[in-house]
């Protein structure tokens, strides 16, 4: 990871464009970053792994298309804030912005080890998912193009899209209710025929081998689309996903060819008959307006704040500035937490749409306190349950200390991490000060005390709510009513 300095200045207006995050020299950042993890392997006492297998840092290439019109400060900045708000603040980084290319790029270099907890970084399946979900709204809030799929402008004019290409999404329909109701290709072959859907398996591809080329005979589909266009993160529609999928199948649960047409048609009408959701989102609403959509600020559940993002095929702007949002129950928009890294989900359009037409959720306020004041509000909950008091009049009941207690236990989580952070900065450059060690062990185990509580509050008041039937289509009035 030892970086060619001569080439970095070249490349970063003599490194005018290079910064570094809890980097004291960023041309000793390779040094610094090791030393942070000699410092886990001194406190924690051993290495996760052997140090050939050992990965010491992650590298990040963020691409700017040149049609964005932004500066290479502007795109530095975004390259910042993203890694900020992915690592959560917690893990030493290193940001190059390039513009010796056509395209203005970041490279962001960060330690797998955190300063905070000195535990590993780990890059699990979904780790993509949230850096990109990171990327694609700092990007969004500075007027970069984000590459998502073709965003419509409107609500309208994505509906003239989904008539014109509607043969794609009845053609998708159709196969995913054939694979729950086939018990094998042949069976699947036969049933495809009786939904009017021509499957033919008798074509190659060379990215991806053996292809099936799907036709639907009863609408205007003029070229047959080929299973890896129709889900292109998952072939799902391909031979041996078919088989294997319908293999699972209980030839006891299944409708059979005879009535497979009739029961695809209730199918279809009971889904239609689900309406669409329309309401007015006010301006005050807005967190950001961009040109792919909007990011509103929502609470979830009663302590968590972060924002959504509304894209724009959903919405329809009115001529008095406000928008018209048009959601369908079963859609789902990705929530950001406005912790770091932390706590991102996913939210049932139901659940947002009815936050957003008139509930407020609950805003504490702050005070102090930590460790007892968790516990004081686990025997609070406890006792809630206890007495089956009903989610309406939980505020009430639990009076203004018990919100207060929380935004208290929140700021001496911060304020806790906080130290933490400082100390191993001052042990990282003094390894041998037993001082100094006995005040990061000390303070790691106060940490993880803390948090230990805070787990069990969280794990209360989740069955609090299951209990009270907030997380319920019959609570759905709830704003706590989203789901992971």
């Known amino acids: ?52 297998e050992e990965v010491i840092a992650r590298h990040i290439v963020q691409s700017f298309d040149p049609n964005d019109n932004l500066t290479s400060e502007e795109v530095h900045e975004i390259g910042r804030q993203t890694a900020l708000e992915f690592l959560g603040g917690d893990y030493e980084f290193v940001i190059a912005t390039h513009v010796d290319k056509d395209h ?50 409107s609500h309208t004019k994505y509906q003239e899209y989904r008539r014109k290409y509607a043969f794609r999404f009845e053609l998708k329909e159709r196969l995913n209710f054939l694979l729950k109701h086939s018990t094998s290709w042949d069976d699947f072959l036969l049933k495809a025929k009786a939904l ?13 081998g053996q292809v099936i080329n799907y036709k639907l005979l009863d609408m205007p589909q003029q ?53 669409d959701l329309t309401f007015i989102i006010e301006p005050w609403q807005i967190q950001k307006d961009t040109v792919t959509g909007i990011y509103v600020e929502i609470a979830y559940g009663r302590f968590e704040q972060g924002v959504v993002k509304i894209p724009d095929y959903k919405l329809d702007q009115r001529e008095d500035g406000r928008y018209e949002a048009h959601f369908n129950y079963k859609d789902t928009f990705y929530f950001l937490s406005e912790v770091p890294g932390k706590n991102n989900k996913f939210a049932k359009g139901a659940s947002l749409a009815n936050y957003l ?27 809630l349950t206890a007495r089956q008091v009903s989610s309406q009049n939980a505020p009430k009941v639990l009076g203004q200390d018990f919100h207060d ?73 709830e704003p706590g009513d989203f789901e992971k």
Do not use: C
């Open 357 to 383: 037409s008139g509930e407020s959720g609950l805003i504490p306020k702050r005070k102090n306190s930590a460790i007892q004041q968790v516990r004081e509000m686990v025997s609070a909950l406890n006792i």
């Open 405 to 477: 207690n929380f935004e208290a236990v929140q700021e001496a989580r911060a304020a806790l991490k906080d130290k933490l952070l400082k100390a191993n900065e001052k042990l990282k450059f003094n390894s041998k000060n037993t001082e100094l060690l006995a005040k990061v062990q000390s303070l790691r185990e106060e940490k993880n005390e803390l948090e230990k509580q805070v787990k069990i509050f969280e794990k209360q008041l989740k069955t609090y709510d299951a209990e009270m039937g907030i997380s319920t289509n019959k609570g759905m009035s």
């Open 104 to 153: 203005l790029h970041n490279h962001i270099i960060f330690n797998t080890t955190s300063s905070v907890d000195l535990k590993k970084f780990r890059w699990q399946r979904g780790t993509a998912a949230h850096l990109r979900n990171y990327s694609d709204k700092v990007a969004d809030y500075h007027g970069a193009m984000i590459l998502e799929s073709a965003k419509q402008n």
């Open 223 to 275: 070229r047959p689309a080929r299973d890896y266009t129709l889900n292109k993160k998952q072939r799902i529609y391909n031979e041996k996903n078919i088989l294997e999928r319908t293999g699972k199948n209980d030839p006891d649960a299944i409708f059979h060819v005879g009535e497979i047409a009739q029961r695809y048609a209730e199918q279809k009408a009971e889904k239609e008959e689900l309406p």
């Open 1 to 52: 990871m030892q970086l060619n300095i001569f080439l970095i200045r070249k490349k970063t207006k003599n490194q005018t464009l290079t910064i570094g995050y809890k980097i004291n020299a960023v041309n000793n950042a390779f040094f610094e970053m090791n030393l942070t993890r000699q410092l886990a392997e001194n406190v924690l006492g051993q290495a996760n792994k052997k140090s050939n």
């Open 196 to 208: 009017s859907i021509e499957v033919d398996p008798n074509h190659k591809s060379k990215e991806y």
